[in-house]
Nanobody, 122 residues
Framework: QGQVVESGGGSVQTGGSLRLSCAAS????????MGWFRQAPGNEREGVAS????GTTNYKDSVKGRFTISKPNTLHLQMNNLKPDDTGMYYC???????????????????WGRGTQVTVSS
């Protein structure tokens, strides 16, 4: 089973920035997507951003223009102009399913990290 470790979470005020990182190792398949999901208390886990093997990116509508996913080496999520609604536990995940590039189905992802907390105060 692969190992996925997130880092970079923290507490910021509205309008602040954070950069999350994700290190994946021992992945036993050819990955098709790496993605970021988040879950706030009482809410379902939701997809935030994904990066496909061919470089295609996909973003949740509410973060477009504010979040940027990239993978120069490890996976990063640059989050700017953060809002209180962005608060939650952020999870990194890896998928072998080609369809992951066009959807945020959590079931497409096999290996998950334990998450890193992001808190945005007003």
């Amino acid at each position: 089973q692969g190992q996925v470790v997130e880092s970079g979470g923290g507490s910021v005020q509205t309008g602040g920035s954070l950069r999350l990182s994700c290190a994946a190792s021992a992945i036993s398949y050819d990955w098709q997507c790496m993605g970021w999901f988040r879950q706030a208390p009482g809410n379902e886990r939701e997809g935030v951003a994904s990066l496909a093997f061919d470089g295609t990116t996909n973003y949740k509508d509410s973060v477009k223009g504010r979040f940027t996913i990239s993978k120069p080496n490890t996976l990063h999520l640059q989050m700017n102009n953060l809002k209180p609604d962005d608060t939650g536990m952020y999870y990194c995940a890896v998928s072998p399913v080609p369809a992951c590039a066009s959807s945020f189905r959590a079931g497409h992802y096999i290996d998950w990290g334990r998450g890193t907390q992001v808190t945005v105060s007003s």
